[in-house]
Antibody, heavy 120, light 109 residues
C-alpha cells in the first residue's frame, strides 16, 4: 500500500525557515517523480515544486524560486522541501504527491498534508 | 502560461441526478496531459481521471471524462451522496509544470 506521510509544518514568523519532509512507502521511490502542492486556507490547489526520480531535475513556480529548494533522499524514500524567507502568502497546507509514471501525467497518491502558517 | 477555467463555480444537485463539469484551457493542450481530482473537506485530493478520459484505479464507472483541444468535461452519472465535493482539473505542461483550475464545488441541493 502506497503511503506518503508529511511532517515539519508549523508556525513560523515572516522571513523564517521550515523544512518539510515526506516519508514514502509501498513503492519504489526512486522510480517516480514527486511534487509538493499547496492549498491556502479556503483556496484551490497550487503546484509548488517537483523533482524527477533521481532528483537531478527540479522545478518551481515563479513565486518560490530562490526561496524554496526541493530535494530527495532515495536511500530513505523521503522527499524534502526547504522553505526559506517565508512570507504570509506561503501559509497553506502542503501536500506531497507522487507522479503516476511516464504515461500517467498526474498525481496518483497524495499525503494527508502538513500545515504551514507564516505569521508574526 | 496556460490558464484553466472551470465552470460552473458551484452547482447544486440532488442524489441520482447527472452532472457535467467543464474545464477550458486558454490554449490548446494535449488530452494526454489533462487530469481531474476530487477533494472532500479536510482530505487530500484524489485522482479521478488522467489522460482526459482514463479512470484512475478504483474509480467508479459513474465518472467519465472527455474532451480535446481547449474544452474538457467530467461527467458524473447517478450522483451518490459521497460525490458531493470540489472537483479540480489539472494540466501537465512545462512552465509551470502543473496548473490547476480554480475548482467546481458540487453541493447537495
Amino acid at each position: 500500500e502506497v503511503q506518503l506521510l508529511e511532517s515539519g509544518g508549523g508556525l513560523v514568523q515572516p522571513g523564517g525557515s521550515l523544512r518539510l519532509a515526506c516519508a514514502a512507502s509501498g513503492f519504489i521511490f526512486s522510480n517516480y517523480g514527486m511534487s509538493w502542492v499547496r492549498q491556502a486556507p479556503g483556496k484551490g490547489l497550487e503546484w509548488v515544486s517537483g523533482t524527477g526520480g533521481r532528483g537531478e531535475s527540479t522545478y518551481y513556480i515563479e513565486s518560490v524560486k530562490g526561496r524554496f529548494t526541493i530535494s530527495r533522499d532515495n536511500s530513505k524514500s523521503t522527499l524534502y522541501l526547504q522553505m526559506n524567507s517565508l512570507r504570509p502568502e506561503d501559509t497553506a497546507v502542503y501536500y506531497c504527491a507522487k507522479r503516476g509514471g511516464t504515461e500517467l501525467r498526474a498525481f496518483d497518491y497524495w499525503g494527508q498534508g502538513t500545515l504551514v502558517t507564516v505569521s508574526s | 502560461e496556460i490558464v484553466l477555467t472551470q465552470s460552473p463555480g458551484t452547482v447544486s444537485l440532488s442524489p441520482g441526478e447527472r452532472v457535467t463539469l467543464s474545464c477550458r484551457a486558454s490554449q490548446s493542450v494535449s488530452s494526454s496531459n489533462l487530469a481531474w481530482y476530487q477533494q472532500k473537506p479536510g482530505q487530500a485530493p484524489r485522482l479521478l481521471m488522467y489522460g482526459a478520459s482514463s479512470r484512475a484505479t478504483g474509480i467508479s464507472d459513474r465518472f467519465s471524462g472527455s474532451g480535446s483541444g481547449t474544452d474538457f468535461t467530467l461527467s458524473i452519472s447517478r450522483l451518490e451522496p459521497e460525490d458531493f465535493a470540489v472537483y479540480y482539473c489539472q494540466h501537465y505542461g512545462s512552465s509551470p509544470m502543473y496548473i490547476f483550475g480554480q475548482g467546481t464545488k458540487l453541493e447537495i441541493k
